[in-house]
């Protein structure tokens, strides 16, 4: 009865050794990918190389050598090898030169023969320094690479940026902690903090600030991240506001970010609504950046999360600047902004070579005193696309004035209604036509209105990733 085999993960070092490829194809490049940058001398031994391992070789980053696989000859390079791979189509091969490697104790892997391996290679996440290791034990190859996706979705694409930051400040944090206990304390409280964002961007003389304040027991200093939530589906967040949504210690957040995206946020994070509507505003926007300023001034992580992307029509410039003028750091992360969203759950490109070089965003907000003041001129052009957001409340005007200008009334519009949620409406028509066809279907905030001929370029179900979002045809 065979034993089963067991694994113990370990992490080697490679640098100034010595590491054997045998074969040139598809896996042995694979394997390659594996190898290169982990200071080891490559040699490749295959009849024929691929372009991208013959790259390496012209590049002086591996030895090749291209003459037959004999007994002798393999016997006599082994005892120079740290590592062999066995990694080519020929079975047969890949057992003999493991054989030869076990006689030479010089731990080989042949590639999909666990019984003859001493050794496999895990999926892994590489961040260097921080590496992690899936392995299954050969069980599930495809389950190790499904949860190395899901952690190349968690781990900031920088961490080695903050690993390496750490590691350098080592050396005068021990000087200055003697105790185990209070180093350990303050690591934990950097990583809680604003000093580690810091770090993962590169910022390292603020990184090193928020670190000094922490080893002299000073109150740690706030931040605001200005956080794009996307319009409306929570598959639609980048990695980046997971991140910071996961970190915060309160969360601002407006009318147009939905409970999914809310249910994203730490549990335990404070959640202030702060949303406005058209004539309605639960909290003024002056009064939205005090609040900001007196959270980020008490020493909290502070996510302002905003439909669609902070700078566009989100009023994160203006936030950002009255933080910046109370020295607050502002850390802005965007979003998928309801033009780009709301189109593609449509399935209406916004620009396209037939008919639209271009594309306009505006915001259909009137003014103070009523009036909807656009460029109507440069508005009213053909082989362009004009997109509007937040102009419900002034879709007549809009219409009569862009006809009034020079477009016809039977130039071709959309409106859509919560884009990419699964309750998405998408109303066509024309700028004749649509005032009375969105007041037939009782459409209300939010929507976003797509005007050009791009919409007869419509493709209704032609997108899979937004099969979940019901879109409801007009009668």
Known sequence: ???KASYLPIALRLDQCQVLLIGGGAIATNKLRLLLGRGAHIHVWASRITSEIRRSVDQGIVQWRDDP???????????????????TD????????????????????????????????????????????ITTEGASPVLARRLRQKLEELLPSNLGEAARFMQAQRGWIKEALPEVDERRRVWEAFLDGVGYEAALAGEHERARESLQALVEGRERQGEVWLV????????????????????????????????????????????IYV???????????RDIEAELLRRAQRGERVLRLKGGDPFIFGRGGEEMEALLAHNIPVRVIPGVTAASGCGAAAGIPLTHRDCAQSCVFVTGHARADGVLNLHWPSLAQPGQTVVVYMGLGQIGVLCQQLIAHGLPDSWPMAVVYRGTCADQHVVTGTLGDMPQRVQKEGLSSPVLMIIGEVVHHRGVGAFPAFNAFASKEEA
């Not at 949303?275 to 926007?285: D, E, F, N, V, W």
């Open 69 to 87: 696989i004999e007994d002798g000859a393999l016997r006599a390079l082994l005892p120079q090898m740290a590592l062999v791979f066995a990694a």
């Open 228 to 271: 794009g939530a996307g319009p409306g589906h929570p598959d639609l967040l980048t990695l980046a506001a997971l991140r910071l949504m996961q970190n915060a210690d309160s969360v601002l957040y407006d009318s147009l970010v939905s409970d999914r995206i809310l249910d994203r946020v730490r549990r335990d994070a404070e959640r």
């Open 1 to 3: 009865m065979m034993t």
């Open 275 to 285: 949303g406005k509507k058209a004539s309605h505003h639960t909290l003024p926007q």
């Open 90 to 133: 020929d079975d047969a091969l890949n057992k003999r030169v493991a054989e030869c490697a076990h006689q030479q104790r010089v731990p080989v892997c042949a590639v999909d023969d666990q019984a003859v391996s001493s050794f496999i290679t895990p999926a892994f996440v590489d961040r260097t320094p921080v590496q992690v290791a």
